[in-house]
């Protein structure tokens, strides 16, 4: 379920006990270890060794340069959404032609910069898009890859606010103007089409809403085929989902994609995915320390120093993670909301969790190596915490913490 695993009473993660971190590096702060990702990625990268693709991980997951750099190692590829995580992606030694550029609003900049890096795919989302994307491709003197990112209406039967794949969303081409989009796409001087793909949504638990898709991906394909316009590639985006808490099954990333490969064997199509979540989810934790326990009306109450600035994921999305102590100790054991510091009734780490803690103990949030940090923010004026990474017995900061001036920095009081 996670990168951690308890030895002797203590959470160890690789071969650094947590508990250490915390008082090396302060807390909040989160920690990743190197060989759980690795390992996820390989997972993918070793289920489809008999299948030409690319697994282009969703930097928006977590885009530490360090955690770009262990993958860009490994040869992945990168799903971008920004000018942002592009430049993210070549400062770690991402290589371009093993990007592709995804997102609904992709701004003039950022199509430049992207172009003239000379990524491997855009994933284009709408005709308007098509339209800015040959027109700044002809100024360049280039032509652009796309596909054509098409919302299959299937339901990913997850959380709405991480769905993407169903009618009215604003993702993607609606399925039933997507021909009509192909071949706008490819009357465009300047854009080269070359490929399809789609995205349902996020910590999908289920195969069969991605099997829905993959054959009405697969269809279109066949479609736009027939109208002249022959693709190389299918992208069938991210969305695997991970195991949070352990009455949770996670999507067997082997069988998944054992059962892509079967089905594009013969077609000539190559393969990209894009997972995030399953790459980097369970390889993280957010360490943090228990400040003040706190009883009102028969409720208790754990304040810690981690919140929903540093981990929105709980009060957004009422997302469980585990919550452990780093070391069991004999403190008497009830059940507490685990909350943060910050002034909102959503700043809530965990609700009713069996815990034997004290103040002053360390804690870790399990499972939030995926839109844990990228999510985090200032509110509050809190800064960011740090950032490590576990490398066999080896703790590296990856990044610093961010210092009380810095936040405000930028800013200036009027005269
Ligand atoms: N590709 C596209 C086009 C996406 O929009 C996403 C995620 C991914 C790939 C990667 O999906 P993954 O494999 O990580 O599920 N903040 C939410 C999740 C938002 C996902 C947005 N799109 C959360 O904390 O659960």
């Not at 994933?123 to 360049?140: F, G, K, M």
């Not at 200032?378 to 800064?383: E, G, H, I, K």
């Amino acid at each position: 379920m996670s990168a951690v695993r308890r030895v002797g009473g203590e959470l160890w993660m690789e071969g650094v006990r947590l508990s250490e971190v915390a008082s090396r590096f302060g807390t909040p702060c989160y920690a990743y270890s190197r060989a759980a990702i690795e390992s996820a990625w390989q997972a993918f990268d070793r289920a489809l060794a008999g299948t030409e693709h690319l697994v282009c991980y969703a930097v928006k997951a977590n885009s530490n340069l360090a955690v770009l750099g262990i993958l860009a190692r490994l040869g992945s590829g990168f799903d971008i959404v920004s000018g942002g995580e592009l430049a993210r992606v070549l400062a770690a030694g991402g290589r371009a032609d093993r990007v592709i550029f995804s997102g609904v609003g992709k701004g003039e900049d950022e199509i430049r910069a992207a172009l003239m890096a000379g990524i491997r795919c855009f994933n284009v989302e709408s005709e308007p898009e098509l339209e800015r994307l040959d027109a700044i491709a002809r100024a360049l003197g280039v032509r652009a890859p796309v596909s054509l990112r098409v919302n299959p209406d299937v339901d990913a039967r997850t959380h709405p606010y991480i769905s993407t794949g169903l009618k009215g969303n604003k993702f993607g081409i609606a399925h039933d103007r997507a021909l009509a989009a192909y071949g706008l796409a490819a009357s465009l001087p300047n854009l080269e089409v070359t490929g399809i793909d789609c995205h349902i949504g996020s910590q999908i638990l289920d195969m069969a809403p991605l099997e829905e898709a993959l054959e009405r991906v697969l269809e279109l394909a066949a479609a736009v085929a027939a109208r002249g316009i022959p693709l190389r590639h299918v992208d069938l985006g991210g969305g695997l989902g991970i195991r949070y808490r352990e009455e949770e099954e996670a999507l067997d990333i082997g069988r998944w994609c054992a059962t892509v490969a079967a089905r594009l064997a013969g077609t000539g199509y190559s393969l990209v995915l894009e997972p995030g979540r399953a790459i980097v989810g369970n390889a993280g934790v957010l360490l943090s320390r228990v400040e003040y326990l706190k009883l009102d009306k028969g409720k208790r109450f754990a304040i810690v120093d981690a919140s929903m600035s540093e981990l929105i994921r709980p009060a957004l999305y009422e997302a469980w993670h585990e919550i452990s102590p780093l070391a069991t100790l004999d403190r008497p054991e009830a059940a507490y909301d685990v909350v943060g510091p910050v002034c909102e009734s959503s700043d809530v780490l965990g609700t009713d969790r069996r815990l034997a803690i004290a103040p002053g103990d360390g804690i870790a949030i399990l499972s939030a190596g995926a839109y844990g940090m990228v999510m985090s923010s200032n509110y509050n004026s809190r800064p960011r915490p740090a950032e490590v990474v576990i490398d066999g017995d080896r703790a590296v900061q990856v990044r610093a913490r961010e210092t009380i001036d810095s936040l405000f920095a930028g800013e200036t009081t009027l005269d």
